[in-house]
């Protein structure tokens, strides 16, 4: 792959005296590949996969508060939890490329 024949140019370059752990170089490839690892974009993803990794966690804890707590007007009660709680939540999808 590309990031081996990086790494291998990059460890040729060395003098011959310098020497990687073996852990050290299999961190660096694993960063690599984290880094480079594309994002899948929302759009391209199934439905239920987005729902379930985006808005299912927070909604079910806050539907388990809603019937905790029983306000007098659930719907704005759950939309109030929903923008409290939704950092807790973050997004692993990319935004959709604007084009």
Known sequence: TKIMADLTAQVSAMDTE??????LVATAIS?????????PDIRTIPVRQY??????PVLN??????SKTRPEKPIEW??????KNKDR???TYAKPSSS
């Open 61 to 66: 804890e806050g539907l388990a508060e809603l």
């Open 51 to 56: 729902l379930d990794t985006t808005v299912v």
């Open 31 to 39: 960063e690599q590949q984290h880094a480079n690892a594309a994002t």
């Open 89 to 91: 939540y973050p997004s």
């Open 78 to 83: 759950l939309a109030a939890y929903l923008l």
């Open 18 to 23: 310098t020497v990687l752990p073996a852990d």
